[in-house]
């Protein structure tokens, strides 16, 4: 079971001491413990608050009115599908020129001091440039945007999952994403490009759904209706799905992945949009890259990645095998990234951490290079785009610059398919463990990157390798490795079989990633969960805890509650909101309490942000009873402070104005979800399951929880508010 609780930290900037100057070279430690959850996170509102505002703003909308919000629903997922093809195609034309400015420039260099001596000239030619593309990556991420920093999954998931991560979405976060992407697979790191589309498209998303952006201070005028956290994360799921169907070519598989993998709200009429989103996101960059490519129309680059067709015989063998590896990564993984929470916490060590990966990647790849004989004929069908001879007889490459003298999608694409015998089984064995330990220390690197192709291509090596003996078919390998990392099993199979468009490998793949899933499971979490655990996310799972079904709400409820009346004194709402001790999200809404403190009957809840636009406005009984109030306030206030509301500091309140009485009846949610203080934890987590179907949570009350549910004693159908509960 999780705790709540500050994480530990240290001034990064104090004074060190003369008794402290004996150990200032040791680097300082920052305590971390995955248990305790981070008190930086907030809930987002995934509940409409249904206030009078609200219901008479329902009431004055016609049928026709209605049509209208879906048919604009429709046409956001449209554009939000189109931009994302667009990110896509930009990412990918760009990776392609510079990698390929950098592997030319550095097989020019091998060939010529080849024969004149002097490749050590070559190697440092090498590791320089991924260094510098990998810098500038790195320094973009760790000093501009910490949070575009990995894939961006595990924070999507979160985002959808109810949990307010900050700045996940923000136009900034979106074009450092994009640019420290393109950096980290040009400078050679054993990434892909695929993950951190969908981050983009989720970002792309959550901006154009709103129909303004904050950090340019630019409103559109346009989409006010969907300035909630209801509707923003619907389109973020529509995002998220769009930018696997952009990388993957799969729109199928995008749907899937954003169910399974994404929301945790779901209806039919979502599935749908959703679908949309994902086939306009394919198109377009289908579309795109056909004119790059100088063929107009021609549709045959689905994704970013393609695997070809595949036309051989399945065998699925080792599959455990490929669980157990995929565990091992996740465990390696986990301590290395709880190494760096640890020590490797400032940005200047980050940035230089990620230029040592990537020099070593250069160094690692161009010693296997140097000391490998596996020469191969080079035929005039030959597809490498970039052999290297070195010493090899004339009209022959070496082989094991195919794998590392490529960009890693063109290295899973060469694994496959080409013919065999080009490789033999030491360069395969030698490359697989190289590969897979750069793999591992690469993830969690302060860059943006993602781990879908290094598995596939790690899996790839190693089908190849058993594949000389026993003829396994590379793709069910791929997967398996794959499947033994992230833990995804019906959206990977459905990606998959669309990506290498036969649908003959869906029985296998489903069966190799079921195995996978069920062997690294035993071992380990999946690679996202890990993540999400070791940032102290407080994550809300389908089910309560095993080990906590016996216990009751009562038992593990806090208590006192913070309330406000139903006409409450300005003095005392700016008091609250204040007070860093009761830095609530939310408070119940009571009537009558009495002078020793026994809490009132239940009238509803009334969020912060609410409570601040009132300030801000000056709603107070005052104020209207003299006619002061220049105009009823209306849902659009409240849309347009959205999502940036200002902080109650911010707000000045006379100290007349304090003496002032706030009527919340208007603006206060009239029916807030309720338990009996009996109900068992379980209990509670089927009844969230339920609700959550109809974009209902329980009450969020507390930023330091991400589900609290307000405590009822029930006596003759008088309800009276006495605690609040955490399921955790």
């Known amino acids: 079971m999780f705790h709540i609780g ?75 599908g189109f931009l994302t093809g667009l ?38 030619l090498w590791a320089v440039l991924n260094s510098a593309f990998v810098m500038l990556g790195s320094l973009a991420v760790a000093f501009l945007e910490p949070i575009a920093a990995g894939s961006g999954i595990p924070q999507i998931k979160c985002f959808l999952n109810g949990v307010k991560i900050p700045r996940v979405v923000r136009l900034k976060t979106l074009v450092i994403k994009v640019f420290g992407v393109i950096c980290s697979v040009a400078g050679g790191l054993a990434v892909g490009k695929e993950g951190p589309m969908i981050h983009s498209g989720a970002v792309v998303a959550a901006g154009v759904s709103q129909g303004r952006s904050t950090s340019l201070k630019k409103d559109f005028k346009i989409f006010e209706y969907f300035r909630r956290d209801t509707e923003k994360r619907d389109f973020v799921s529509a995002g998220a799905a769009a930018g696997v169907s ?32 994902s086939m306009v996101s394919t198109f377009t960059l289908n579309f795109f890259l056909s004119i790059y490519h100088g063929k107009p129309g021609q549709l045959s680059s689905p994704g970013l990645i393609n695997f070809g067709r595949f036309d051989s015989d399945v065998s699925s063998v080792f ?4 669980g157990v590896l995929g565990a091992l990564f996740n465990i390696i993984n986990y301590w290395l990234t709880i190494f760096r929470i640890r020590y490797i916490h400032r940005p200047c060590l980050q940035v230089m951490e990620a230029m040592l990966v990537a020099a070593v990647t250069a160094t690692v790849s161009f010693a296997m290079i140097y000391f490998s004989n596996d020469c191969q004929p080079l035929g005039q069908d030959n597809t490498e785009e970039y052999p290297l001879q070195l010493f090899c007889a004339d009209g022959e490459y070496n082989s094991m610059a195919t794998a590392f003298f490529n960009t890693p999608e063109r290295s899973v694409r060469s694994l ?9 089984p030491v360069t395969l064995g030698v490359f697989t463990l190289a590969y897979f330990a750069l793999a591992v220390w690469t993830y969690g690197l302060t860059v943006s990157a993602g781990v879908f192709i290094p598995s596939l291509l790690i899996g790839a090596a ?64 999946g690679l996202y969960d890990v993540h999400i655990k070791l940032q102290s996310v407080p994550f809300l799972h389908w089910d309560a805890p095993p080990t906590s079904h016996w216990l009751t709400a009562r038992e593990v409820m806090s208590s006192p509650v913070t309330c406000f009346n139903r006409v409450e004194k300005v003095g005392r709402i700016v008091d609250v909101l204040s007070n860093t001790s009761t830095n609530h999200n939310g408070f119940p809404v009571v009537s009558d309490t009495t002078e020793n403190d026994e809490p009132g009957k ?60 706030m009527d919340l009846t208007e603006f206060m949610n009239p029916t807030p979800y309720t338990v009996p203080q009996r109900y068992t934890s379980s209990i509670i987590s089927h009844c969230w399951q339920i609700l959550k179907d109809f974009f209902k949570l329980f009450i969020i009350i507390d930023q330091y929880y991400i589900c609290h549910f307000f405590m009822f004693i029930s006596s003759s159908f008088t309800f009276r508010l006495s605690f609040c509960i955490n399921i955790f």
Not at 64 to 71: A, K, N, Q, S, V
Not at 87 to 102: F, H, N, T, W
Request: hydrophobic residues 45%.
């Open 6 to 80: 500050r994480l530990s930290t240290v001034d990064l900037e104090e004074e060190i001491t003369p008794e402290e100057d004996i150990v200032r070279s040791r680097p300082k430690e920052i305590p971390h413990n995955e248990k305790l959850l981070s008190l930086k996170f907030e809930s987002l509102d995934y509940d409409n608050s249904e206030n009078q505002l609200f219901l008479e703003e329902e009431r004055r909308m016609s049928h026709m009115g209605f049509r209208c919000l879906e048919i604009t629903r429709w046409v956001i997922c449209g554009l939000i």
């Open 602 to 661: 239940i009238c509803g809840l009334i969020l912060r942000s609410q409570l601040i636009v009132l300030l801000k406005h000056k709603v107070f009984v005052e104020r209207a009873s003299s006619r002061l109030s220049q105009r009823k306030l209306q849902l659009k206030d409240f849309r347009d402070a959205y999502p940036r509301f200002p902080p109650i500091q911010s707000i000045h309140v006379s100290q007349d104005e304090r003496e002032c009485m």
């Open 462 to 525: 190693w089908g190849r390798l058993f594949g000389i003996l026993l003829c396994i078919v590379l793709l069910t390998c791929a997967a398996a490795q794959l499947g033994g990392i992230v833990r995804m099993t019906l959206s990977l199979t459905v990606i998959l079989v669309e990506a290498t468009g036969n649908v003959t490998y869906g029985f296998p793949i489903m069966l190799v990633l079921m195995t996978a899933k069920i062997v690294g499971d035993y071992f380990i979490e």
């Open 246 to 277: 952009a990388a993957f070519g799969a729109p199928v598989g995008g749907v899937l992945f954003s169910l399974e993998e994404g929301a945790s709200f779901w209806n039919q009429l979502l599935t749908w949009r959703i679908f949309f989103a």
């Open 319 to 322: 599959i455990v095998f490929r």
């Open 87 to 124: 990110i896509a195609c930009m990412i990918d034309i760009a990776v392609e020129k510079l990698a390929g400015y950098k592997y030319l420039a550095v097989k020019q260099n091998i060939e010529k001091y080849t024969e004149l001596g002097g490749l050590s000239i070559s190697l440092i």
């Open 416 to 424: 496959f398919h080409n013919p065999p015998g080009t490789y033999n």
